[in-house]
C-alpha cells in the first residue's frame, strides 16, 4: 500500500505518514456503503436524527482535539480551528433535523391521491480540498447522511488529519459501520474511482475549476449527480459613501483570512477613484497590523500558506517587478510563511484575473456604479463577494447586479450553515447549506394512488 507524508506548515517537520486508498479499496468500500445505506434509510427518521445528534455531541467533546490537529496539519489560527470543529458540530446538529422533515408533497390531482417522496440517492462521494478541511466536509456528509444516504468522503492529500479523525469520531458516537468512511488518497486513485464508479450516485466536489470541470465531465458519463464548489476571484466594493475607515479597517481580514487560501477571499479591491488616495492610507496600518505569525498562539491572526508547492504557486504573482503597494510582516526561518501583500495592477494584470489563493490583494480604481459592476463581474468566477455603501437603494441595486451567489453588504460574511452557499458561472453548481441542501442528496419520486368513485 502507499503512503503520503503529512508535513506541519509552520515547522516543515513530518507530522505523520498516512496510508492511501487503491482502487480495489474504493470498490470494497462502496459494496460495504451500499448495504449500510440500505438499513441506514430504512431505520425511523427519529433514530436517524438521534444518531446525528450523538455524533455533533461527541464532534463537541472533541473541539480541542479537531482544532489541535488543524493548527498542526494545516497551519490555521487556533481561534479558527476552533471555529471550525464547533461549525462541524453546528451543520450536524442543524441537519439532524432533516430526517423527521422530508416530508414530500400531496399535490392534489384528479381521480385519486399524489404524493411525492424524497428517497435517498444511494452511496455519495464527497472530494474535499486542504483550505478548510473540517468546515467543507462537513457541508457534504451531514446533509447526505440526513437524506438517507451513505458518504464516501475523500480528504485533499495534503490535510487529511481531521477528516480521518471525524471518520473515527462517528463510530464512537454509534454511526453504523461503514456508513460514513473516510478514504484517504489520490485525486488521481480515489477521486477518479468515485467519479468512474458505477455505485457512486452523486459526487460533490470542492476544489479548483480545472478539477471539477474533470469531475463534471466524467459524471456526465453515467448521468451522475454533481455539486461543485470551485474557484473564486471575489470583489469588494468600496464605494465613496461608505464609512471609509471601517472598510478599510476590515479589507484585509475579508480577503487574508487562512492566509487567502479561501475560496471566498475578496482578493480584488474595488475603490472608488475620489477616494482611492484615502482608502490606501487607512488601509496600510491596516494591512501593517495583521498578526502573522505561531498558528498556535492566541493572537495570531494569518498562519503559513499550506506546502511548499503552493508557496511557490502564490510567490508567482508577485515578481520582481510587481506593483507592490505595501507588504506586511512575516516570519523567517522553517515554514510556508508569506506576508500580507497588496498590488496595484492594471485590470489585464494575471494577479487581477486569475485566482491566488494566498494573501496577496488587487486594488483597483474604478469611476461610477456602472463600472463597479462591469469590473466586478469581469471574471469567469462568481463566488463571494462584499459591498460598501451607506445609500441603501445603491446597495440592493449592486447586489442584484454581482454575478455571484454570496454578497454581503457591509461587511465580509459569507458563510452561514443556515442560508445557501455556492457559486455563478464557473465558480460551481447546486447549492450547499441551508435548509434545502438535505433535497440535494435526494431524488423525487412521485407516486399516483388511484381512489375508486364510491
Ligand atoms: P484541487 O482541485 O487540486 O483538489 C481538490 C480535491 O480534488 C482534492 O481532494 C484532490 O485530491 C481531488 N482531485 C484531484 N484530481 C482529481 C481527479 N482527477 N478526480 C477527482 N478528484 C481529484 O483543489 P485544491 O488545490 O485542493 O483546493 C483549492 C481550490 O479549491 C481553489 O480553487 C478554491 O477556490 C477551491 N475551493 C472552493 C470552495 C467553494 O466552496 N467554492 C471552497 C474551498 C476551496
Redesign the pocket.
Known amino acids: 500500500m502507499s503512503t503520503s507524508d503529512v508535513i506541519n506548515p509552520a515547522t516543515e517537520e513530518l507530522l505523520r505518514t498516512v496510508e492511501l486508498t487503491d482502487e480495489a479499496g474504493v470498490d470494497d468500500a462502496v459494496a460495504r456503503a451500499k448495504v449500510a445505506q440500505q438499513k441506514w434509510a430504512a431505520l425511523p427518521p427519529a433514530e436517524r436524527a438521534a444518531a446525528l445528534r450523538a455524533f455533533a455531541a461527541v464532534v463537541d467533546a472533541h473541539i480541542d482535539e479537531l482544532a489541535a490537529l488543524e493548527v498542526a496539519n494545516s497551519g490555521h489560527p487556533i481561534s479558527g480551528a476552533e471555529w471550525e470543529a464547533g461549525h462541524v458540530r453546528d451543520v450536524l446538529n442543524y441537519y439532524s433535523a432533516a430526517p423527521e422533515r422530508l416530508s414530500g408533497k400531496q399535490i392534489p390531482v384528479a381521480g385519486g391521491l399524489d404524493v411525492t417522496f424524497n428517497e435517498p440517492l444511494g452511496v455519495v462521494g464527497v ?6 478541511p473540517m468546515t ?1 466536509a462537513a ?1 457534504g456528509f451531514a446533509p447526505a447522511l440526513a437524506a438517507g444516504n451513505a458518504v464516501l468522503l ?5 490535510t487529511p488529519l481531521t477528516t480521518i479523525r471525524i471518520g473515527e469520531l462517528a463510530l464512537e458516537a454509534g454511526l453504523p459501520a461503514d456508513l460514513f468512511q473516510v478514504l484517504p ?4 486513485v ?3 474511482r ?2 468512474s464508479h458505477p455505485d457512486i450516485r452523486k459526487i460533490v ?8 470541470t ?2 463534471m465531465a ?1 459524471a456526465a458519463a453515467h448521468v451522475k449527480r454533481v455539486t ?5 476571484k471575489s470583489a469588494n466594493i468600496v464605494f465613496d459613501d461608505c464609512d471609509l475607515e471601517r472598510a478599510a479597517a476590515t479589507a484585509p481580514y475579508g480577503v487574508f483570512d487562512n492566509a487567502g ?4 477571499a475578496r482578493s480584488r479591491i474595488l475603490v472608488q477613484r475620489n477616494v482611492y488616495d484615502r482608502f490606501m492610507e487607512l488601509l496600510e496600518p491596516a494591512v501593517k497590523g495583521v498578526k502573522v505569525g505561531d498558528p498556535a498562539s492566541r493572537d495570531t491572526e494569518m498562519g503559513p500558506l499550506v506546502s511548499k508547492a ?1 508557496w511557490n504557486s502564490v510567490a508567482s504573482f508577485v515578481p520582481d517587478d510587481a506593483p507592490v503597494a505595501f507588504r506586511g510582516d512575516a516570519p523567517s526561518g522553517p515554514g510556508y510563511w508569506f506576508p500580507p501583500t497588496v498590488l496595484t495592477p492594471q485590470r489585464t494584470d494575471r494577479a487581477v484575473r486569475e ?1 491566488i ?1 494566498g494573501p496577496v490583494v488587487a486594488v483597483l480604481p474604478f469611476d461610477d456604479e456602472a463600472d463597479a459592476i462591469a469590473l466586478a463581474n469581469d471574471t469567469p468566477y462568481g ?1 463571494s463577494g462584499s459591498i460598501w455603501t451607506d445609500n441603501l437603494s445603491r446597495a440592493v441595486r449592486v447586489a442584484r447586479a454581482v454575478e455571484s451567489g454570496n454578497l454581503s453588504v457591509n461587511s465580509h460574511s459569507s458563510v452561514r450553515y443556515n442560508t445557501p ?3 455563478f458561472k464557473q ?2 453548481l447546486g447549492r ?1 447549506l441551508g435548509p434545502d441542501a438535505p433535497l440535494s442528496f435526494t431524488e423525487t419520486k412521485n407516486v399516483f394512488f388511484a381512489v375508486q368513485e364510491a
Open positions: 472530494i474535499t480540498p486542504w483550505n478548510f467543507i457541508w475523500k480528504p485533499a492529500e495534503w488518497g489520490k485525486g488521481s480515489v477521486g477518479e468515485f467519479v466536489f470542492t476544489g479548483s475549476t480545472e478539477v471539477g474533470r469531475v466524467g461543485l464548489e470551485l474557484g473564486g487560501q479561501d475560496c471566498c503552493h485566482e489563493f463566488l452557499f455556492g457559486g465558480s460551481g450547499e
